[in-house]
């Protein structure tokens, strides 16, 4: 199974990637490859540069890469700017989604949905097409019409934000999806939802990167890999097996790692 | 951040209307004294009262003091330094378009506002003012069947006399303030509605102002009567050219509506802002009111101010008739180093009258921004309510905003409610829509016209196009 997906090139590749802000430094040369069809979680205690590590992969401005490069789909894209990762098909799950005050969710969901199709030379959708669409995507997370009509993210619970995130990428339909935390803040009911969300949008051609605290997250996403930050460094890369047994043993554990390295 | 430096180079504005029309026109020597007001009465033809009316003006504005209260900076204007009077030359009678200068209308086309016969905007019917003169008023004819008057307020001197001597000064009266006892004494020219009762006005109307000269003021009167039981919408927008002197404007606009009538007022305002350090642009002193006259009846002023280096300006409505309305919409974007202070006034007499106010300021650069209002309730004003809302957006970190409102009420059985909020474009908002594959400038824009929906839906279907359009604009620069 594992080499005949290493056959086809990997859509994301991180390499020996350094990154700061404010002259702090964050992230201390971290490389990440990931291949079609691959699930890989990230873990580690809070501040080991998890989710900076989600964040420059979708390039927010306030962090600078000091060495050390980022490819997706082979091209290196340190120096593009948010829309076009976006739009050429990398999805980043807020971890604490963004209220937008006075934006229509289903403008808002429309424009951002046209800006990719126009990227893959697809026709851009009207009002009525686009309803036909959401309406489809909406099944996948179980969302109902009426927040369409709200603000983007305004007055959601912490649960619809999250599910609100799931549907962008429904709606994207991206290479790569870095899903950051978003099992945090979910009952068991919404965990499940937004799980089996994930699966469905996801297929032997995408990549997803989960950042997660929780085993049960895992539960019902199976990873490939497993990785263990600390520090602004990848210290560990094991199967499965490796989340349950950090579960067991918690991050004081993997101490012992970085001092191994 | 980066960031930061982005919004601002995004709300660096192209001013597209910056353009001089070169044509002779007629201009009386700068400065006031009472042989300029005579002169100005005798060019145009007025009966004696309206004379009588300038001279008392003039009277008492020599009388008053400029008013210092605005949260405003700017330097003494020099009012022997203006030409009160300047037209475009033109034959003295003009009976059809066709006799119109061709520049004069094609500074219209430019401006989006075709004037002839075979252009000419369909359902708007438009009275076009340059300099101190109107140059033409389209659909007349169509009006004039439905009874509806609309004509340049010269116009309206020397054919309707009577509803001017009876209806002008009423609302703004000339002691008002010291810009409406200006006006009083020099106007040239403006609009004139008259909408009989029973009628709605079959198509909107609208007056587009336009300086071009830089060294003579503009003081253009409007005056609106609605009576019974009529409607209309009514639209005003405005350009100049960019003179690096400051030019003055100085309106004064006066709406009446008798029982059950309502008057939509709607403007776009787009005067030269000046530049990005502050030289020229107009000084916009501007006062607009509308008395609700009679039971039921409705005054809703709805504005968008994007331009002038300085706005003073508070469209009110004085709620006279047992259960009138009153409501006044705004979005006011300042930039650079304009600044903005303009509000409304409420002022509930007659029983069960309400009001609805609901602002919008959006400051960026290094640009200043106030909201000033005043609701009061008077003694009869037993029942009436009024909600206010004025929300501030600022963009980048020199920009300021203010809110001042008063309130005085001198009714015990009364409602006054108000909110107000203030705002900042967040990095984080930013990256959250470009990380959705939107553009900065599409992503600033799109949170900037969420920022004012609640205005835009009031504004009539054209022009909020227009406003969002022209908001766009005013965002639109180079991002790098």
Redesign the interface.
Known sequence: MQSKMKESDPILEVKNLSASTDNLPILKGVSLTVYPGEIHAIMGRNGCGKSTLSKIIAGHPSYNITSGDIKFLGENINSLEPEERSQSGIFLGFQYPIEIPGVSNLEFLRVSTNARRKFLNKEELDTFDFEELVKEKLEIVKMDHAFLSRSVNQGFSGGEKKRNEILQMALLEPKIAILDETDSGLDIDALRIVASGIKKISNSQTGIILITHYQRLLDEIKPNYVHVMSDGQIIKTGDSDLALELEEKGYEWTDNFIKET | ???ENLVKDVVKEPYKYGFVTDIETEKIEKGLNEDIIKLISHKKEEPKFLLDFRLKAFKKWQKMKEPDWAALGYKKIDYQDIIYYSAPKQKEKISSLDEVDPKLLETFDKLGIPLTEQKKLTNVAVDAVFDSVSIATTFREELAEHGVIFCSISEAVKNYGDLIEKYLGTVVPASDNYFAALNSAVFSDGSFVYIPKGVTCPMDLSSYFRINSGDSGQFERTLIIAEESSSVSYLEGCTAPMFDTNTLHAAVVELIALDDASIKYSTVQNWYAGDEEGIGGIFNFVTKRGKCLGKRSKISWSQVETGSAITWKYPSCLLLGEESVGEFYSVALTNNLQQADTGTKMIHIGPKTKSTIVSKGISAGNSKNSYRGLVKMGTKATGSRNYSQCDSMLIGDQASANTFPYIKSQQPNSEIEHEAST?RI????L??????????E?AVS??V?????DVFNQLPMEFAAEADKLLALKLEGSVG
């Open positions: 951040m980066v960031n705002c967040s990095e984080d908002q990256f959250y829509l470009q990380s959705r594959g939107i553009e900065f599409e799109m949170m016209s969420g920022f004012c929906r």
